[in-house]
């Protein structure tokens, strides 16, 4: 089945740098991929959707200079937390559709805790 | 728009106990629907998944129907396992567009207990 990859998986980093996560489709290419925030024992919330070679799609109330995303390719989708700050720790979790899965299947990276220290 | 209203948690059973988590949605024509599970630090799996009314999705004994008259998805298992403890997230995608992104509910922890 499809598989998603994301790195990594941990990072503690200091607050005012800029930490980037990686998602990858291992196993197909993916036009579209998304990036969810989870605060602890709370829902996943969307946070952008991510367009291969075009800019990203933000939800209401996300920072778009505060999260940047680069979606260069069909196989890869970063997400950069630039001036990270202890507000900013939480649980990434991307994911994508295999467009050949007619059932619209998607598929989870294993996600990537960030700590801001 | 579409949401999806989960029943709440925490939810602890003992092992072999029966389990339901009520799930019910609100969308516009025929969404899909899908439960995901999250065990701790880890990403989302899909657990199983309708794509059309009175289709039954099933996986590793879980069981949820699709209801469009009811409009629900509820998850069951005749028999929970102490491996079976994680959080459970119903969750919708709509028809075309950007209504096919994924729709969360609010997440159910169960754990069970030996």
């Known amino acids: 089945g499809a598989v998603v990859s994301q790195h990594p998986s941990w990072v503690i980093c200091k607050s005012g740098t800029s930490v980037k996560i990686e998602c990858r489709s291992l196993?197909?290419?993916?036009?579209?991929m998304f990036w969810y925030r989870q605060f602890p024992k709370q829902s996943l919330m969307l946070m952008a959707t991510s367009n291969e070679g075009s800019k990203a799609t933000y939800e209401q109330g996300v920072e778009k200079d505060k999260f940047l995303i680069n979606h260069a390719s069909l196989t890869l989708s970063t997400l950069t937390v630039t001036s990270a700050h202890p507000e900013d720790s939480s649980f990434y979790i991307c994911?994508?559709?295999?467009?050949?899965?007619?059932?619209?299947?998607?598929?989870f990276g294993s996600g990537t805790r960030l700590t801001v220290v | 728009g579409n949401s999806v209203t989960q029943m709440e948690g925490p939810v602890t059973l003992s092992e072999e106990a029966f389990l339901t988590i009520n799930c019910t949605y609100t969308a516009t024509g025929y969404p899909s629907l899908f439960w995901y599970v999250q065990y701790p630090g880890e990403g989302l799996q899909l657990l199983l998944k309708a794509t059309k009314a009175d289709d039954k999705g099933s996986n590793k004994g879980f069981e949820a129907t699709y209801r469009k008259e009811t409009t629900s998805f509820h998850l069951e298992k005749g028999s929970v396992q102490v491996s079976d403890s994680a959080v459970y997230f119903c969750a919708l995608s709509g028809v075309s567009g950007s209504a096919r992104q994924l729709t969360f509910g609010s997440g159910t922890q169960l754990t069970v207990l030996p």
């Open positions: 994911s994508a559709r295999d467009p050949q899965d007619i059932n619209y299947g998607y598929t």
């Open positions: 196993d197909f290419q993916a036009t579209t």
